[in-house]
């Protein structure tokens, strides 16, 4: 096998060496053409020598290996059924999903032993007897799903079903449902033979015709009175979790495990700190990085000689290395050992140390396709990566760089664009060439400004695969041939590929312009808009697949819930201001608002079925009234002030779970009794929810969950 792996990698390599070293032929009729045919025919001659000498040199090893299998009565097997498997492979549990990822594999975990050993008594406490859900997130590839994988394959046989599934990029509940039932609907046991493998298609084939309901109730009466373990890895986003999670029975002593590399979505999966545990992972030491470094360099060559494999470590051939992650210092990065040209992955996120020469190497990675730049010391991108032809993701948040290069225009791969710098209010220019040849494969473009510049790109309507724009600086006069390009562009965009959009509008009047659009997107699933406009556009009321919806917090009024509160799929609703927005102008603007609105902010019964979250971060928040049967599916209530004024019907929230208050600097004697006071009252509430209190004055936070003394 390690034969035919080494000459799969060469083949990749050949394949890559012909797209890097041949560039396409010259076609056409002509004189200049012929000319132009015979030069490129003497120039590319020596590559085109050494390609065929290297397929000439594969076809021979192939063929080498071929024989050597014959020769030695090697027979390829078809690998038996192991328990929950079927011989058409089409149903697998957790164990063979996860071994099935791994090329290397060492013994036994490294690093992670004290985490296990810690949520192993987790698992196996007796204290909460309904369903538990454990929360592990971390960066990716820190051992979320290795922990998790422990403690399945450990604990797996003490339950009465189990289930593993790999949450996918884009979230599909109903191929989700069908995963988890085709698993836990497996036999107990491996016995049965080909009676058991003919059920186990036939169940398999029904599975697949299921419709959603059907699979909702298929999966609750199975689990009925059963004890399950399910391991969801790799979750993307609360909304998936929320819906997952609405799906499971909460059977007594079952257990439920979340992997996401997002703090925020762990924090959503726990709902009662007694049962329910939340588990942070930390890197690997330095000790521990090396020791799983040359444990697997011994797996991979086959030896348990630990001395061989530091040996084989120093001398290792690096010419295979497709993706290469550095952490720390840009002094580390192997570049003098790597083949440049076929490298694809490289992500320096959060690499300091820049120097001319690592943008020299970086630059020569012709087949490169995936850079990440962010939070490096980076400051421009030099012309040069133009050369980079097959380049998909260009990666350079939370840096200093303020303008693309021309020669970005000449790759036309490109899908994904990430700019600007929040916290140093750093935006991102795109060249005047963009307007000229627009970027017809983009699909994000991020962190980007818009100023009444005459270089300045505001005309997109040849951007048409673009399906998310972020505008973190719009400075354009109204009026201008510039304002109306733009106002075009969103409105031909939001008819057809645009999905998410984000404006941060300073002065321009823009916002207020975009409720004049003759033909209002339909299609946003995420709308983000900053500004100090005091107008919602009136269309968002009739965004039927808005999911995602921030709005300045200049437009917290009631009549601005009142729009909002139809939108069927609308899972968090956010009030809040751009970083560089100065707190007197909002106060002003706060002010009047609360005065238009008879001194108070009042949610109406009725409305928001899919709210999940709201967040209200303002300087000022005036006197918040929730009516009877409010916002009837809300989970979870954030506030960020300065000066709150009061919180009336909170206990008509019937759902809510978590309110989190945060106390700005300047909050004063009377904001913060009122906090105290909602504190203890929210311990009288029949939903018990749990309070987490932020003060940012130096005293940090505290967390109080009623049902327990403090």
């Given at each position: 096998?390690?034969?035919?792996?080494d000459?799969?990698y060469d083949?990749?390599?050949?394949?890559?060496?012909?797209?890097?070293?041949?560039r396409?032929?010259?076609?056409?009729?002509?004189?200049?053409v012929?000319?132009?045919r015979?030069?490129?025919?003497?120039?590319t001659?020596?590559?085109?020598c050494?390609?065929a000498?290297?397929?000439?040199?594969?076809?021979?090893?192939?063929?080498?290996?071929?024989?050597?299998?014959?020769?030695?009565?090697?027979v390829l097997?078809?690998i038996p059924?192991?328990?929950?498997?079927?011989?058409?492979?089409?149903?697998?549990?957790g164990?063979?999903?996860?071994?099935?990822?791994?090329?290397?594999?060492?013994?036994?975990?490294?690093?992670?032993?004290?985490?296990?050993?810690k949520?192993?008594?987790?698992?196996?406490?007796?204290?909460?007897?309904?369903?538990?859900?454990?929360a592990?997130?971390?960066?990716?590839?820190?051992?979320?799903?290795?922990?998790?994988?422990?403690?399945y394959?450990?604990?797996?046989?003490?339950?009465?079903?189990?289930?593993w599934?790999?949450?996918?990029?884009?979230?599909?509940?109903?191929?989700?449902?069908?995963?988890?039932?085709?698993?836990?609907?497996?036999p107990?046991?491996?016995?049965?033979?080909?009676?058991?493998?003919?059920?186990?298609?036939?169940?398999?084939?029904k599975?697949?015709?299921?419709?959603q309901?059907q699979?909702?109730?298929?999966?609750?009466?199975?689990?009925?009175?059963?004890?399950?373990?399910?391991?969801?890895?790799?979750?993307r986003?609360?909304?998936?979790w929320?819906?997952?999670?609405?799906?499971?029975?909460?059977?007594?002593?079952?257990?439920?495990?979340?992997?996401?590399?997002?703090?925020a979505?762990?924090?959503?999966?726990?709902?009662?700190?007694?049962?329910?545990m939340?588990?942070?992972?930390?890197?690997?030491?330095?000790?521990?990085?090396?020791?799983?470094?040359?444990?697997?360099?011994?797996e991979?060559?086959?030896?348990?000689?630990?001395?061989?494999?530091?040996?084989?470590?120093?001398?290792?051939n690096?010419?295979?290395?497709?993706?290469?992650?550095?952490?720390?210092?840009?002094?580390?990065l192997?570049?003098m050992?790597?083949?440049?040209?076929?490298?694809?992955?490289?992500?320096?996120e959060?690499?300091?140390?820049?120097?001319?020469?690592?943008?020299?190497?970086?630059?020569?990675?012709l087949?490169l396709?995936?850079?990440?730049?962010?939070?490096?010391?980076?400051?421009s991108?030099?012309?040069?990566?133009g050369?980079?032809?097959?380049?998909?993701?260009?990666?350079?948040?939370?840096?200093?760089?303020?303008?693309?290069?021309?020669a970005?225009?000449?790759?036309?791969?490109?899908?994904?664009?990430?700019?600007?710098?929040?916290?140093?209010?750093?935006?991102?220019?795109?060249?005047?060439e963009?307007?000229?040849?627009?970027l017809?494969?983009?699909?994000?473009?991020?962190?980007?400004?818009?100023?009444?510049?005459?270089?300045?790109?505001?005309d997109?309507?040849?951007?048409?695969?673009?399906?998310?724009?972020?505008?973190?600086?719009?400075?354009?006069?109204?009026?201008?041939?510039g304002?109306?390009?733009?106002?075009?562009?969103i409105?031909y965009?939001g008819?057809?590929?645009l999905?998410?959009?984000?404006?941060?509008?300073?002065?321009?009047g823009?916002?207020?312009?975009?409720?004049?659009?003759?033909s209002?997107?339909r299609?946003?699933?995420s709308?983000?808009?900053?500004g100090?406009?005091?107008?919602?556009?009136r269309?968002?009321?009739?965004?039927?697949?808005?999911?995602?919806?921030?709005?300045s917090?200049?437009?917290?009024?009631?009549?601005?819930?009142?729009?909002?509160q139809?939108l069927?799929r609308?899972?968090?609703?956010?009030?809040?201001?751009?970083?560089?927005?100065?707190?007197?102008?909002?106060?002003?603007?706060?002010?009047?608002n609360?005065?238009?609105?008879?001194?108070?902010?009042?949610?109406?019964?009725?409305g928001?079925?899919?709210?999940?979250?709201?967040?209200?971060?303002?300087?000022?928040l005036?006197?918040?009234?929730?009516?009877?049967?409010a916002?009837?599916?809300?989970?979870?209530?954030?506030?960020?002030?300065?000066?709150?004024?009061?919180?009336?019907?909170m206990?008509?929230?019937?759902?809510?779970?978590?309110?989190?208050?945060?106390?700005?600097?300047?909050?004063?004697?009377?904001t913060?009794?009122?906090?105290?006071?909602?504190?203890?009252?929210?311990g009288?509430?029949?939903?018990?929810?749990?309070?987490?209190v932020?003060?940012?004055a130096g005293r940090g936070?505290?967390?109080?969950?009623?049902?327990?003394?403090e």
């Amino acid at each position: 096998m390690k034969q035919v792996r080494d000459i799969a990698y060469d083949m990749e390599d050949c394949v890559d060496d012909f797209a890097h070293r041949l560039r396409h032929d010259p076609r056409g009729d002509g004189c200049l053409v012929e000319v132009y045919r015979a030069l490129y025919e003497i120039y590319t001659c020596r590559p085109r020598c050494d390609i065929a000498a290297k397929l000439a040199e594969l076809k021979n090893r192939a063929q080498q290996v071929g024989e050597r299998r014959l020769r030695y009565g090697v027979v390829l097997n078809p690998i038996p059924p192991q328990r929950g498997e079927t011989r058409n492979g089409d149903q697998t549990t957790g164990e063979n999903q996860v071994a099935g990822r791994r090329l290397i594999t060492v013994k036994e975990p490294i690093g992670v032993a004290r985490a296990i050993e810690k949520l192993e008594a987790w698992m196996k406490s007796q204290s909460h007897k309904n369903r538990g859900v454990l929360a592990i997130h971390g960066f990716g590839g820190g051992g979320k799903s290795t922990i998790a994988a422990a403690l399945y394959r450990k604990h797996g046989q003490n339950f009465d079903c189990r289930a593993w599934v790999t949450m996918p990029q884009k979230f599909d509940d109903r191929a989700v449902l069908r995963s988890i039932l085709s698993q836990v609907m497996l036999p107990a046991t491996a016995s049965g033979g080909g009676d058991r493998r003919r059920r186990g298609g036939s169940r398999h084939a029904k599975i697949e015709t299921m419709s959603q309901e059907q699979l909702i109730k298929g999966l609750k009466n199975h689990l009925q009175n059963k004890s399950y373990i399910l391991v969801v890895d790799d979750v993307r986003s609360a909304e998936a979790w929320q819906t997952i999670r609405q799906y499971l029975p909460d059977e007594e002593g079952s257990r439920v495990v979340v992997t996401t590399r997002f703090e925020a979505v762990a924090g959503e999966c726990i709902l009662d700190r007694q049962k329910d545990m939340l588990h942070h992972v930390d890197r690997l030491s330095d000790d521990d990085a090396k020791r799983l470094f040359q444990e697997s360099v011994s797996e991979s060559i086959h030896s348990s000689d630990v001395k061989h494999a530091k040996e084989t470590m120093d001398r290792m051939n690096l010419s295979h290395v497709r993706s290469v992650t550095v952490f720390g210092s840009l002094n580390q990065l192997p570049f003098m050992s790597l083949k440049l040209g076929i490298v694809q992955v490289l992500d320096l996120e959060g690499c300091k140390g820049f120097k001319k020469q690592h943008v020299k190497d970086i630059f020569k990675m012709l087949l490169l396709k995936y850079l990440n730049l962010r939070g490096t010391d980076i400051n421009s991108i030099p012309s040069k990566i133009g050369k980079l032809r097959y380049l998909e993701t260009l990666d350079i948040r939370d840096t200093n760089v303020q303008k693309l290069p021309d020669a970005i225009v000449q790759l036309e791969r490109l899908t994904s664009i990430l700019g600007g710098n929040t916290m140093a209010q750093v935006t991102l220019k795109l060249p005047a060439e963009a307007t000229k040849k627009p970027l017809r494969t983009l699909h994000i473009l991020s962190g980007i400004e818009i100023t009444g510049e005459p270089t300045s790109v505001n005309d997109f309507h040849g951007y048409t695969a673009l399906r998310k724009l972020g505008i973190h600086k719009l400075q354009i006069q109204e009026g201008t041939p510039g304002f109306k390009a733009l106002l075009s562009s969103i409105q031909y965009l939001g008819g057809s590929s645009l999905k998410n959009l984000l404006i941060n509008d300073e002065c321009s009047g823009f916002i207020d312009a975009l409720d004049s659009l003759t033909s209002p997107p339909r299609y946003f699933h995420s709308l983000q808009l900053y500004g100090m406009f005091i107008k919602v556009p009136r269309w968002i009321a009739h965004l039927t697949e808005l999911k995602n919806l921030t709005l300045s917090v200049t437009v917290l009024r009631t009549d601005t819930l009142e729009l909002l509160q139809k939108l069927p799929r609308m899972f968090c609703l956010i009030f809040s201001s751009w970083t560089s927005s100065k707190d007197l102008d909002l106060v002003d603007i706060l002010e009047k608002n609360k005065s238009d609105s008879e001194g108070q902010i009042l949610v109406k019964h009725g409305g928001f079925d899919c709210l999940k979250l709201l967040r209200l971060d303002a300087p000022l928040l005036p006197l918040l009234v929730f009516s009877e049967r409010a916002m009837g599916n809300l989970e979870r209530l954030d506030m960020k002030f300065n000066t709150l004024e009061g919180v009336f019907g909170m206990d008509n929230l019937a759902s809510l779970r978590e309110v989190h208050m945060t106390a700005g600097e300047k909050a004063g004697e009377i904001t913060k009794s009122i906090v105290r006071e909602l504190e203890a009252e929210a311990g009288k509430y029949a939903n018990t929810p749990r309070v987490v209190v932020y003060e940012l004055a130096g005293r940090g936070s505290r967390s109080h969950t009623p049902n327990d003394p403090e």
